[in-house]
């Protein structure tokens, strides 16, 4: 008896349903991926561009399978997805998308330096003005200098004010202005408060207690600092003092009106926008 033929069941063969999962799985994942993108339109179009010269697909008809960088290599390239796309779109856009990009980034990061400058220096100017409106109240705006900048607002107080000549003792009629100093800084420092003392360029005479005027400077603002920190409720952590010496001049020391205006004290009110604050 003559064997019966084995009868061909139609469809296509269980590989290409396999290959088909696959393609449909990487779909999805190309789809969740630009679903979760910002991308422009310069951007989409370099995308595109690297898309036919890896996979090959939109011009030619081409088949990835063999060539593509990320199919060809097996399915274990998945792994390494984000940097594949990555690398697909700087090697397409060539040096002169790399020169625009960075462009537009250097002009995005000025602008926005720009507006936080311009932000900070807002804070600065309102905390001045009421600094400046609590002076005139306590009668000592014409014994306290003052001015901003986008970082702080800075109180001046001259040295003749403060201190007899190479003293780091405050002079008792000084007192007054310095509590009322306290009061406003209590008032409206926040943050960080920092105390600078400053001196001419005459050079201590010999015998006396401070040897230069490095150690002059650095006496008076610890001067100021002890004053307050045990006059007002200020958190001394939060006040910085230095001695600057001779090396800060705002006016010629070839003068004695120059020499009057650079030993002064000056104590800076950082901003609560400021990096220091």
């Known amino acids: 008896m003559a064997k019966k033929p084995e009868e061909i ?21 190309f789809v969740l991926l630009f679903s979760m993108a910002t991308m422009d339109a310069a951007k989409f179009e370099e995308v595109a561009a690297s898309f ?6 939109f011009s030619g008809g081409e088949m990835a399978i063999g060539k593509g960088a990320l199919i060809g290599d097996g399915v274990s390239q998945l792994t390494e997805l984000s940097s594949f796309v990555t690398s697909m779109g700087m090697a397409q856009s060539g040096e002169d998308s790399d020169e625009s990009e960075t462009a537009v980034g250097d002009m995005e990061k000025e602008e926005l330096l720009e507006a936080a400058e311009e932000e900070q220096l807002e804070a600065s100017a309102e905390l001045a003005e009421k600094i400046e409106k609590a ?8 014994m306290v200098a003052l001015n901003y900048t986008s970082q702080f607002v800075q109180l001046t107080i001259q040295g003749s ?13 000084a007192l007054p202005v310095l509590e ?3 009061q406003i800084l209590e008032s ?3 943050g960080t ?3 600078e003392g400053h001196t001419d360029n005459v050079p201590m005479s010999s015998g006396g207690k401070f040897a230069n005027n490095d150690e002059l400077s650095s006496g008076r603002a610890l001067t100021i600092f002890y004053y307050l920190t045990e006059n007002t409720a200020l958190d001394p952590e939060n006040i910085v003092h230095t001695g600057r010496g001779q090396y800060d001049p705002i006016a010629d020391n070839s003068t004695d009106e120059g020499r009057a205006r650079n030993r002064r ?12 604050y």
């Open 9 to 29: 069941k139609p469809g296509l063969p269980a590989w290409q349903g396999t290959f088909g999962d696959l393609m449909n799985l990487l779909l999805c994942f």
């Open 52 to 57: 036919s010269s890896a996979f090959s697909v």
């Open 135 to 142: 002076l005139q109240e306590g009668e000592i705006d014409n």
């Open 161 to 173: 004010i403060l201190f007899d000549s190479g003293k780091v003792e405050v002079k008792e009629d």
């Open 180 to 182: 009322k100093v306290g």
């Open 188 to 190: 409206y420092a926040g």
């Open 193 to 195: 408060i920092e105390i």
């Open 265 to 276: 004290v000056e104590i800076k009110i950082y901003n609560p926008l400021s990096a220091s």
